[in-house]
T-cell receptor
Framework: DTEVTQTPKHLVMGMTNKKSLKCEQHMGHRAMYWYKQKAKKPPELMFVYSYEKLSINESVPSRFSPECPNSSLLNLHLHALQPEDSALYLC?????????????????FGPGTRLTVL | GQQLNQSPQSMFIQEGEDVSMNCTSSSIFNTWLWYKQDPGEGPVLLIALYKAGELTSNGRLTAQFGITRKDSFLNISASIPSDVGIYFCAGRLGVYNQGGKLIFGQGTELSVKP
């Protein structure tokens, strides 16, 4: 089973709203990722959690706040977003992040949350 | 930053034709991954390659990890309408502890005419 689930599927929010995106995996993976993707472009890495600790923040604005409550769950808290933040937000997971050759770093993506900021 | 050059950017083919796309880089990679993405969905892993020279098939799909570790190709044989989508290559640099980062190609958009 290589399933990563994300909720909600679609989200529309105003610039003053606070909302959260959720991601879950039950593959025993210890690394989880948030990506942002614009139409027909490759995913752009936002955050990496390794063993429930934030290991990479790709200079993401503070209006995006990640949280990893446990090894299976990953949240992305949203506050005071801008219309240009509208995109597909993808979660992914992998066994690890060490970069050694092998299956451990292969990332599996969820279906994404389509976010529209009005 | 690191870049992967993926080509072609788009392809319009007839059903039944074979398809070939590739990714190249000036950097050495220790993993190559090929994903397919349908509109509004997340990327789905098609093939993963972990060793230089490795040739792997998944049904009508075949991918190879270049012997120089700087390139990879994906072939699709006898295309069908459901092959339509955007195909992304992604690589892991051959450097220890890159923190899980993947470098993505810009994608190949495939259209198939029935």
């Amino acid at each position: 089973d290589t399933e990563v689930t994300q909720t909600p599927k679609h989200l529309v929010m105003g610039m003053t709203n606070k909302k959260s995106l959720k991601c879950e995996q039950h593959m025993g993976h210890r690394a989880m990722y948030w990506y942002k993707q614009k139409a027909k472009k490759p995913p752009e890495l936002m955050f990496v959690y390794s063993y429930e600790k934030l290991s990479i923040n790709e200079s993401v604005p503070s209006r995006f706040s990640p949280e990893c409550p446990n090894s299976s769950l990953l949240n992305l808290h949203l506050h005071a977003l801008q219309p240009e933040d509208s995109a597909l937000y993808l979660c992914a997971s992998s066994q690890g992040t060490l970069g050694l050759a092998g299956k451990g770093d292969t990332q599996y993506f969820g279906p994404g949350t389509r976010l529209t900021v009005l | 930053g690191q870049q992967l050059n993926q080509s072609p950017q788009s392809m319009f083919i007839q059903e039944g034709e074979d398809v070939s796309m590739n990714c190249t880089s000036s950097s050495i990679f220790n993993t190559w991954l090929w994903y397919k993405q349908d509109p509004g969905e997340g990327p789905v892993l098609l093939i993963a390659l972990y060793k230089a020279g490795e040739l792997t098939s998944n049904g009508r799909l075949t991918a190879q990890f270049g012997i120089t570790r700087k390139d990879s190709f994906l072939n699709i044989s006898a295309s069908i309408p459901s092959d339509v989508g955007i195909y992304f290559c992604a690589g892991r640099l051959g450097v220890y502890n890159q923190g899980g980062k993947l470098i993505f190609g810009q994608g190949t958009e495939l259209s198939v005419k029935p």
